[in-house]
């Protein structure tokens, strides 16, 4: 019996730290892509975090383009070739309005259900609507992060 519990637990530390190793080398692999992008986006520049960006980009073409033997608008126009490519391939975010036309749906089929009552689907929309839900379902700002789009402890 022990034998068995013992390999639950490899099996369960195993899953965790694959679990663990992919939440952290993602996050890492899309920091490095978008590091690595020749042109900084119109948000970036706005603050002054831009332009150290943008420098930062411009070196990395220039020590790429000097390793390959290439010249550095050429390897910049490939890493924003690249960039445009990743970025239509990535699926389209629904409007806000599909995203509230969606929890009305789930909201209604579960009043209809019998898993919500009335009033509590519309203290979801209302809180919705408020802005209880930040990210992008409710008008709170950035995803996960607060009311007014600040940290909230995490």
Do not use: C, W, Y
Not at 60 to 72: C, I, M, R
Not at 80 to 104: F, G, I, N, T
């Amino acid at each position: 019996m022990s034998r068995t519990i013992r390999k639950k637990h490899l099996l369960a530390g195993l899953a965790t730290a694959g679990v663990l190793g992919v939440g952290i080398a993602a996050p890492t692999m899309a920091f490095a892509a978008d590091s690595a992008t020749p042109t900084p986006s119109a948000s970036s520049t706005a603050n002054g975090q831009g332009s150290a960006k943008a420098d930062r980009q411009g070196e990395f073409a220039e020590a790429l383009a000097k390793e390959l033997g290439v010249p550095t608008d050429k390897v910049t126009a490939a890493l924003e070739k690249v960039r445009e490519q990743r970025k239509a391939d990535r699926p389209q975010r629904p409007s806000a309005a599909d995203r509230q036309a969606a929890l009305k749906e789930r909201l209604d089929q579960a009043v209809k259900d019998g898993k919500l009552t009335q009033e509590q689907a519309d203290a979801i929309t209302r809180a919705v609507e408020a802005g209880v839900f930040p990210g992008p379902g409710g008008h709170g700002g950035r995803g996960g992060h607060g009311p007014a789009g600040g940290t909230t402890g995490r």
